[in-house]
T-cell receptor, first 109, second 117 residues
Framework: LAKTTQPISMDSYEGQEVNITCSHNNIATNDYITWYQQFPSQGPRFIIQGYKTKVTNEVASLFIPADRKSSTLSLPRVSLSDTAVYYCLVTSNTGKLIFGQGTTLQVKP | GAVVSQHPSWVICKSGTSVKIECRSLDFQATTMFWYRQFPKQSLMLMATSNEGSKATYEQGVEKDKFLINHASLTLSTLTVTSAHPEDSSFYIC?????????????FGPGTRLTVL
């Protein structure tokens, strides 16, 4: 299972774009990269998943370079309600997810 | 995204009793579900992998006789905490694996807060 490394915390202001980068140097050929958001006392919520290049949905974009050793979650125009912990995970063929510390994003007014 | 439910959302029990937590995938079938626990201010810790129709696979350090897992159908997995003690108090979260399409995604339940008195 590929280990992921991401910043422990980040601060931002409302309306700004936030980019959270995650490194996963040991990612395997068939692995996917998945990002989750978690609020206190709730289960993680799926944000986005990708394999390579760029993926975009209604809430975020995910950028993955050609070597796939890192990925960047981009949240456009964050609001106070985006304050949460964000987890970057690598999904292997076993399906098992090993959570790291995640990135605590604090959005300020 | 797919929806996963858990029941109950919170439970308080006396030390020595057993507690059962249900995890259901509501709009898809999941041959594999996972159970996690999370202590305050910490990340999720994988406890076990639950496979429909077979025995669960436990992570190292997790007592299989204490945390009984049953995955009797493609939409339901249960976790029973047997002879619960205060140190078992935690936030238990399940997830269901959706690998029907080209991708492989886990969807999480809302969690169950267990407090053992």
């Amino acid at each position: 299972l590929a280990k992921t490394t991401q910043p422990i915390s980040m601060d931002s202001y409302e309306g700004q774009e936030v980019n959270i980068t995650c490194s996963h140097n040991n990612i395997a050929t068939n692995d996917y990269i998945t990002w989750y958001q978690q609020f206190p006392s709730q289960g993680p919520r799926f944000i986005i998943q990708g394999y390579k290049t760029k993926v975009t949905n209604e809430v975020a974009s995910l950028f993955i370079p050609a070597d796939r050793k890192s990925s960047t979650l981009s949240l456009p125009r964050v609001s106070l309600s985006d304050t949460a912990v964000y987890y970057c995970l690598v999904t292997s063929n076993t399906g098992k997810l090993i959570f790291g510390q995640g990135t605590t994003l604090q959005v300020k007014p | 995204g797919a929806v996963v439910s858990q029941h109950p959302s919170w439970v308080i029990c006396k030390s020595g009793t057993s507690v059962k937590i249900e995890c259901r995938s509501l709009d898809f079938q999941a041959t594999t579900m996972f159970w996690y626990r999370q202590f305050p201010k910490q990340s999720l810790m994988l406890m076990a992998t639950s496979n429909e129709g077979s025995k669960a696979t436990y992570e190292q350090g997790v007592e299989k006789d204490k945390f009984l897992i049953n995955h009797a159908s493609l939409t339901l997995s249960t976790l029973t905490v047997t002879s619960a003690h205060p140190e078992d108090s935690s936030f238990y979260i399940c997830s269901a694996r959706d690998n029907r399409g080209r991708t492989d995604t886990q969807y999480f339940g809302p969690g169950t807060r267990l407090t053992v008195l």
